[in-house]
């Protein structure tokens, strides 16, 4: 491990009159001997007396790095060397998830995560930002509701291994840039409006003091390309590593909005747009987030929907997964046509609600028509980035090694499902990775190594931005993918054959009945 | 100015969709083309909105030094570089003396003193030691104590040029081992205390924050050679230069403790040994610190001693300039004979007072035998420490290009009375240079001058201690020093000339009478 902190163990000389060196230069001697250069900080100073006579100068330095030189942050009795932790942290608009990582083995040890404290303050972003509009006070509320979201899932941790309080030394968060202003206390008005010149995008690494976040050195930030590609998804390249890779990977990441890298370890091609928030739950009438009570999985079998409630067996919604499911088999079983229309007389299910079709799903629980049509246009805007991008870079599917798809959502969702309905391209199952929570992941990597913070820059420098707005026939693209799974079905040749497949089989059994 | 603090004014392009850096990179990259690497602190990163866009993006960046790299510690609208100001501080134990330095120009602006509120805790360093040994809660007093007694300081000399609180980037600070010990939160024992291996000797650059200390980026504070040897010494070599001299300097600062140093650019000896109390007041019945109604000039004429007094009519007491030219005229005419007991037939103000001779200098002011043998005793520590570096280092007074007495002694006392009691060694009043506050003057140097703190590495480098009390015959040169001026007429060439000179005026005299 050569992380952004170590602990060192030094067998210091007792002092005597003819090597009365100062504690302070006995340690950096120690240091040195060891191969390392530091400075000690004031509270390290101040720990010298009386801990290195009671520890008879065996003792035990914390270090942090703080992307230039090493600091020496903590002092111990003993050797400590085997108690080195850190924290990583992925501070998502919703959740923020950490997790405790012994820094000597690379071992996580725990992960926890809590709703972001911010949520109060609007569930979306927007209506974050916009509060802070009306009020400064409110950054400053937005800003200790963030640390305090992290310091409560650092507390949990530490308490579950029994540590005491503070016992990490360095933190790595994986953050968007909103997230990421409001967690250092700048306004992020300026990430959705023109010109989208952020405050700042390069935090770097700063005291922990400053941040007031719970550890004893200094906090790595991951710093963002642009204003709608945030540290999360530079933390995602690093932790999926398609930038030092020969072959040619995509990464995705969708949520309300959608992020898309394409390249190898020669060039990164970037982009970014609104995916709607129909995958996080959002605007589809019974939708939930992926928790206690959502269908998360559901299969159309003899005429009937079957559903997988997360945790109990009363539904009370749909989460993204489940939706996807639900749009494969409808569609797949010709509920629904092509351009995602009910098709009543197909069954029973299919009723009209509130003055428009619905499909009963759970017992008392309805997926509109205006559901599916608004979970299309996410699916289409999704399908729209990974079509443009590769045109306009001139790679065919064929080519890409990987496709890693990100988040919460590309974690439960069903690859089948996702393609059936033309959100993923029709590509080998095996080459589509559920990446998982890669700012997470790429946050540990941040910790456990510390040539990233300056890879990281040779990555955004190697990033290039493209505008998926100002693509010329970006409107006709979207448009024909507004089809399940696809206008043109060539495009998805294994939900041709599955559809022709299901085809002859209700065909057959027609012909039974 | 090359200092360890900056100010850079800069003119940025208004962000637009085509030149969309953040706000960071943009101040970044013109810094770069200033010439200038730095990081932001997270208060620049706070500023950032809505300061750059009210300043129509011209701003002006200032920047702390911390030994490595800048830090951009605050950000202000306009052109604000014309105001460019940082603090010096000599932190003595009595006194805590600062100026305001106008960093952009090198100008002293102003100064001011302060008696360090440690005083309550021990007028001595020693008393304060021990209850802080007794009550470790009296460090943490006496640590506020210093801070306090620095920003009370600081904040008189903003007020006197109508500055804001906090308008200093940078601070620097000269004292020895135990005032920082203290400043830093430290127990001093060790510095009194075998094997004398002090806890830290290097505190270089610290945040001012760390150490609640008003200005806006790092405090440096200038690093001991040893317990004995301070950083005030070390300021005092780098305001004399006598390191970068090709010529031998010899460089003295005389209190309750001597320190000496002795060298050129190719060597520096130094030591140190304990002087007593009696240059600063203590000891002496009468003695007091040079302040109003202090006798601080003492003249001998027409058989009776004229005495000046500062800012006042009526003495209340001496202070250490006034004892040294009272002892030297009791010495050249007679009133004391070479050992300095007083000759009571030699005049009718030599009276018994209190059980013993003394001689009454002033209205209702005596100064007693036992105080003479005090003060010799003291000069002749003085004494045989320069004549033990001499000898020791093999080098002749002659060699001696200059002979720096810093100090507020230094600075008050007569070099003729001195060299008459043999305090000072006799040589060219022209080479004996009273330096002042040098501890101070090196700490506006290492504010005005970056590469200060390098060269004081150096200096620690080079630099031999020389243990006075384990030379063979210290004892022996001691008492011979203990004469006046010395057992060894012959070392004082112009003093026995004096001497004859006087002896013939007052035979010739008797004559006329």
């Not at 950096?28 to 100073?45: C, F, H, M, P, Y």
């Not at 060039?267 to 995958?279: D, I, N, W």
């Not at 997360?310 to 351009?339: P, Q, Y």
Request: proline share 3%; net charge negative.
């Amino acid at each position: 491990m050569d992380g952004i902190s170590k602990k060192i163990y030094l067998e210091l000389n007792v002092p005597t009159e003819e090597d009365n060196r100062s504690d302070q230069r006995r340690i950096l001697d120690g240091l040195r001997e060891q191969g390392t250069e530091a400075k000690l900080s004031l509270r390290v100073l101040r720990k010298l007396y009386s801990l290195c006579e009671e520890a008879e100068w065996k003792v035990t330095l914390s270090l942090a790095w703080d992307g230039q030189e090493w600091h020496g942050v903590d002092l111990e009795a003993g050797d400590t060397t085997g108690a080195h932790y850190g924290v990583a942290v992925d501070l998502g608009s919703t959740t923020v998830v950490a997790r405790l990582v012994d820094c000597g083995t690379g071992k996580v040890l725990g992960e926890t995560s809590t709703f972001n404290g911010q949520i109060p303050y609007g569930t979306d972003i927007l209506t974050r930002i916009f509060h802070c509009q009306e009020d400064r006070g409110t950054l400053e509320i937005l800003r200790k509701a963030a640390v305090n979201s992290i310091t409560t899932c650092v507390r949990e941790l530490e308490a579950r291994q029994q540590l005491p309080e503070n016992s990490c030394i360095a933190m790595t968060i994986g953050g968007n840039t909103t997230m990421i202003h409001f967690l250092l206390g700048m306004d992020a008005f300026c990430v959705f409006h023109t010109p989208y010149a952020v405050h700042a995008d390069q935090p770097g690494f700063l005291p922990a003091k400053d941040l007031e976040l719970p550890v004893k050195g200094y906090v790595y930030i991951y710093p963002a390309k642009s204003n709608y590609l945030g540290g999360d998804i530079i933390s995602g390249m690093v932790a999926t590593g398609i930038y030092k890779k020969e072959k040619i990977n995509a990464f995705f990441d969708i949520g309300t909005n959608g992020e898309l890298v394409l390249g190898n370890r020669d060039f990164l091609l970037c982009g970014a747009g609104a995916a709607g928030p129909a995958l996080e739950g959002g605007v589809v009438k019974t939708g939930m987030r992926a928790m206690k009570g959502a269908v998360d999985r559901v299969k159309l079998e003899d005429g009937k929907l079957h559903c997988h409630v997360i945790g109990e067996k009363t539904a009370r919604g749909i989460c993204g997964s489940g939706i996807v499911d639900l749009l494969a088999e409808l569609f797949l079983h010709g509920w629904i046509d092509i351009r995602g229309i009910l098709q009543p007389e197909k069954s029973r299910w299919i009723v009209e609600k509130d003055g428009m079709l619905a499909v009963n799903y759970a017992p008392e629980l309805y997926f509109y028509q205006s559901d599916i049509e608004e979970f299309i246009r996410t699916k289409a805007a999704a399908y729209t980035m990974v079509a443009i991008m590769l045109r306009e870079s001139g790679i065919e599917l064929s080519e890409l090694e990987g496709f890693y798809m990100a988040g919460a959502f590309g974690k439960h969702v069903s690859k089948e499902s996702a393609i059936a309905i033309g959100m993923y391209p029709d590509m080998d199952r095996d080459r589509i990775i559920h990446a998982g929570n890669s700012s997470l992941e790429g946050a540990v990597c941040a910790l456990l190594d510390r040539s990233v913070a300056k890879e990281v820059e040779e990555i955004l420098e190697k990033m290039v931005y493209i505008q998926f707005a100002t693509v010329e026939d970006f409107l006709n693209t979207m448009v024909a993918a507004q089809a399940l799974p696809h206008t043109d079905l060539e495009r998805y040749p294994t939900v041709k054959e599955k559809l022709e497949r299901i085809r002859e089989e209700e065909k057959a059994a027609d012909i039974q009945n």
